[in-house]
């Protein structure tokens, strides 16, 4: 999955948890953490594959065996700080992300392409693509079919953000002058 459709996943997934807790849909920082979680295991990985110091685009950040302690942390400490609702969005936004990884290899039943979520206990898979610039990735998508369901999730999850940013301002008291 590319950035927009992470972040689509991400957005939809922290909307759905906090709808689910009887909460408004996150906005500001809230909705800055998850968006930032959504994109981490890439942010990590695909700048250091491509500039050599990872083997695969898929490993230490797409690793659950290093991600899981790091999101317990974060949780442990955004509680601790008073932050914990930020911790949450984040640590959702970045979950999304091994789904929208993973989404597919699983209905495929490509079990064993799987093994990149708990690198290092088995080795990361080397990616064709993985000496490919990111950038240059995105911009080769575009019009491929096999991303359709990203530009999907990308138009809902905005469709989604617009309604809520437009119906808050128009719940907003107004000061008469």
Known sequence: MFPIGHLALGYLSVALVWRLR??????????AAA??????PDIIDKPLAY???LVSGRSLGHSLLVMLPVLAVVSFVGW???????AVAFTVGT???????????LLAGDWDVLTFLLWPAFPAT????????????????????QFN??????????GIWAYNRISRRQRRPRIQS
Not at 35 to 40: K, P, T, V
Not at 95 to 105: A, M, N, P, Q, V
């Open 51 to 53: 500039y050599g110091v």
């Open 35 to 40: 968006l930032l979680g959504s994109q981490l």
């Open 80 to 86: 601790r700080e008073g932050y914990g609702e930020y």
């Open 22 to 31: 009887g909460r408004a849909l996150p906005t500001g920082w809230m909705l």
């Open 126 to 145: 080397v990616y064709p693509a993985d000496d490919v610039p990111p950038w240059i990735r995105v911009v080769n998508s575009v019009g491929d079919p």
């Open 95 to 105: 979950l999304s992300h091994y789904i929208g990884d993973t989404y597919r290899l």
């Open 149 to 158: 369901v990203q530009y999907v999730l990308a138009v809902v999850a905005f």
